[in-house]
């Protein structure tokens, strides 16, 4: 069974500054997956899907562990890779991407949006000097496409997420920023929640419950 993805046109990869530095297109879908099935590059994170999924995923990722670190690094997605001779994915042009699945798979679509399929551009690799610059990348040096850019990151603290000028979609509404807390548990996620001091939190069985026997529902 195959999967056929038509990307839309015009989506551009910028830096935490919102300045251009490439168009996103079809091939940076085939790195990114290269990316999660290299042994090397990708420490087995987000493996599971793509290998139960994709045709010859499980044979690359396997045949990458053959290989030494530099060896591994050296692979890309590009045209007449190995990687396109053994996994199911097809790059007929800049905006198609085709994948093969292992058997009928009629939720892929869904998987698709996960970030074991997520792209990466090659040029933002190259930037960065290979796969160790990728993986010491902080919010400053990475490359976005979506409708945020990570414009402030304070390690334990909070994270600023300032709308991206350069997104496709110019039409929707989205905050101007928006503030992530990183705090130590749900828990005290709760209570600042309680207190008015974050808008949004997710709830565990025990939020759940305390809301459930507070005054305010009798």
């Keep these: 069974m195959t999967w056929t993805f038509h990307l839309r046109e015009g989506?551009?990869?910028v830096d935490v500054n919102a300045e251009e530095k490439a168009d996103c297109n079809a091939w940076d879908f085939a790195s990114g997956l290269e990316w999660v099935l290299n042994f090397h590059k990708n420490d087995s994170a987000n493996t599971s899907m793509p290998l139960e999924m994709i045709k010859g995923a499980n044979e690359?990722?396997?045949?990458?562990?053959?290989?030494?670190?530099e060896e591994a690094d050296a692979l890309t997605a590009?045209?007449?890779?190995?990687?396109?001779?053994?996994v199911g994915i097809e790059i007929p042009d800049d905006h198609t991407v085709i994948y093969h699945c292992i058997d009928p798979k009629p939720?892929?679509?869904?998987?698709?949006?996960?970030s074991c399929l997520?792209?990466?551009?090659?040029?933002?690799?190259?930037?960065?000097?290979?796969?160790?610059g990728v993986r010491a990348m902080n919010n400053e040096t990475m490359w976005y496409n979506g409708p945020y850019l990570m414009t402030t990151y304070i390690q334990g603290n909070e994270k600023v997420q300032t709308k991206n000028p350069k997104y496709w979609d110019t039409e929707c509404s989205l905050f101007d920023t928006a503030t992530i807390k990183m705090v130590e548990s749900n828990d005290v996620a709760f209570q600042l929640y309680q207190a008015g001091e974050l808008d949004y939190v997710g709830l565990n069985e025990s939020n759940l419950t305390t809301i459930y026997n507070s005054d305010s529902n009798a």
């Design 78 to 86: 590009g045209e007449g890779s190995k990687f396109l001779e053994m």
């Design 118 to 132: 997520f792209p990466i551009s090659q040029a933002m690799v190259d930037e960065l000097g290979g796969p160790d």
């Design 60 to 69: 690359y990722y396997e045949y990458t562990k053959t290989l030494s670190k």
């Design 11 to 13: 989506v551009k990869w």
């Design 107 to 114: 939720y892929f679509d869904s998987v698709a949006t996960y």
